[in-house]
Nanobody
């Protein structure tokens, strides 16, 4: 069992920056890839960024490449969001996938955090 607790988020004007973080705890956390999805009202949950299990290059959705940066330090994964756009407004969810390498399919995630709201105003 793995628990994921997000922090950060909030309200920012377009062009601004925010940082969200997620602390994982529980059994064999190092066996899990960690990353982020988001869900805007009326839309499906979509992949944002992840660091695959075992290391390697981070993966990003095309919509956030060059603006968002994901990092992991042990059981903590953070998402630095710069040059935010109104369309980045969503609930951001931390997720964990056991030994995940692709990490872009919500249905494959093993654990989810409770989500944190990010709102970007125009």
């Amino acid at each position: 069992q793995v628990q994921l607790v997000e922090s950060g988020g909030g309200l920012v004007e377009a062009g601004g920056s925010l940082r969200v973080s997620c602390e994982a705890s529980g059994h064999n956390v190092n066996d899990y890839a960690l990353g982020w999805f988001r869900q805007a009202p009326g839309k499906e949950r979509e992949f944002v960024a992840a660091i695959p299990w075992g290391g390697g290059s981070a993966h990003y959705a095309d919509s956030v490449k060059g603006r968002f940066t994901i990092s992991r330090d042990g059981a903590r994964v953070s998402l630095q969001m710069d040059s935010l756009k109104v369309e980045d407004t969503a609930v951001y969810y931390c997720a964990a996938e056991f030994r995940g390498s692709y990490f872009q399919v919500p249905q494959r995630m093993d654990y989810w955090g409770q989500g944190t709201q990010v709102t970007v105003s125009s």
